[in-house]
């Protein structure tokens, strides 16, 4: 019974005490702005110059999907100076061709990233490179984004509304993520939630709370924001570069905001359960601060909140009836609290019971970072390992 009346006080915490973060609510600057000024390219307050924008992609063999992402980019909506920085990091596939395929002539630059230095993660010191890159440039803000990242065509112009209006010197989309083949629509919408569950928006976008997170697909940030705490090199060897920039612009005194996106899509798929597990392996050890100890209470905790309640409620024996309907109340409230995320990725409410199993999943993919660490193979991404026994800069 003690168990019983812990799960069910977990899950009363999580839906109520944590920011309603499951809520799941297509949080763009949009719906925040007045009726008259939506869908209208940005001009910059009373008619004002619009801030001069330059987005920066770094790109390792993504030939496949760089050219829809920089054709987003060209269409913008954007009465503002604009250009895209494409880096080039050592792609073999072809991708600078892709990219300048699909932009207008002046509006793209590809360069190429120098070598990897060591103690550098391999996507960031391609973003530096293009930061160093379009400094040159003078601009107002830098507009962080992959290159899988497909945006709506009001996308830089409602993001720089929102930074202007409200103050904010970071301002991110969690892009959309694909969700078509069987492995996504089952472990893709959790990914989402458990991200939120750690990095609440509310609470990010709050001053009274530290916790701070962006999502690195999509990151508006103001130049001098970035420099005030000195540049991309200050979490040069971060794997989870979006949080550790978040952290950084809010611990220096900035404010920080993150909301979702339905119309800002991740193109990248994810085809099988075991890309997905390495998608989650990648950076899952790195998160628990390649803590032992961690990385147990992480065990145990995902096992007492996600796994115990349906045991309990299908096999608590019959003599222990208020251990059963702990469980179930539990486990209702623990469905109540995923069914949003499912709404949001137009998947069938009828998953919602099924989160133990995909829990299940999470935890062994996390299991599986820190063995991959241990073995020195920890965050391997296009070739490179990303931390483990190796050094940054090896391939």
């Known amino acids: 019974m003690p168990l019983g009346l812990a799960i069910v006080a977990i899950w009363l915490y999580l839906l109520l005490g944590r920011g309603g973060f499951w809520r799941m609510r297509d949080r763009s600057p949009e719906e925040k702005l007045p009726s008259d000024r939506r869908s209208r390219p940005y001009a910059g307050p009373d008619g004002a110059r619009a801030p001069h924008i330059v987005a920066v992609i770094p790109a390792r063999n993504e030939a496949a999907v760089v050219g829809r992402a920089i054709q987003s980019l060209a269409q913008q909506e954007y009465a503002g100076e604009f250009q895209i920085v494409l880096v080039d990091d050592d792609s073999t ?11 207008p ?25 293009g930061i160093r890159y379009a400094q040159s440039l003078d601009p107002d803000y830098f507009l962080l984004t992959d290159a899988d990242i497909v945006h709506p065509r009001d996308n830089l112009a409602t993001l720089v509304m929102h930074a202007e209006s409200a103050g904010y010197d970071l301002v991110s989309y969690m892009a959309t993520l694909e969700c078509r083949t069987l492995a996504e629509r089952a472990l893709i919408p959790a990914f989402v939630f458990f991200f939120f569950m750690l990095y609440p ?10 916790t701070a997170g962006a999502a690195g697909g ?21 794997l989870i570069d979006d949080c550790a920039l978040a952290r950084a612009v809010k ?13 800002t ?28 100890p961690q990385l147990i209470g992480t065990v145990l905790g995902l096992a007492i909140t996600y796994l115990a309640a349906p045991l309990l409620a299908i096999a ?7 251990a059963r309907w ?13 069914f949003p995320v499912l709404r949001y990725y137009r998947r069938s409410p009828l998953r919602a019971p099924l989160l133990p199993l995909v829990a299940t999943f999470y935890l062994g993919a996390t299991i599986h970072s820190a063995v991959c660490y241990w073995r020195g193979r920890g965050g391997v991404w296009k070739g490179r390992v990303q931390n483990g026994t190796e050094n940054f800069g090896h391939e």
Not at 98 to 103: Q, V
Not at 201 to 210: D, F, L, T, Y
Not at 251 to 263: N, P, T
Not at 326 to 338: E, K, N
């Open 93 to 103: 596939d072809g991708t600078d061709a892709a990219a300048r395929l699909a932009a």
């Open 105 to 129: 002539a002046g509006l793209l630059t590809v360069i190429r990233a120098a070598a990897l230095p060591r103690d550098w993660s391999g996507k960031l010191w391609a973003v530096s490179e």
């Open 201 to 210: 928006p509310a609470w990010i976008s709050s001053a009274r709370h530290a």
């Open 218 to 238: 999509c990151m508006l940030i103001r130049r001098a924001a970035l420099e005030s705490i000195g540049g991309i090199g200050a979490i040069a060897g971060e």
């Open 251 to 263: 611990q220096g005194g900035g404010k920080v905001w993150l909301g979702l996106s339905a119309g």
């Open 265 to 292: 899509l991740s193109i990248r798929e994810y085809a099988t359960f075991g890309e997905i597990g390495g998608m989650i392996s990648r950076t899952a050890f790195t998160q628990l601060n390649h803590s032992i």
């Open 316 to 322: 608590a024996p019959r003599s222990a009836g208020y």
């Open 326 to 338: 702990l469980g179930t109340a539990a486990w209702l409230l623990m469905s109540i609290a995923y």
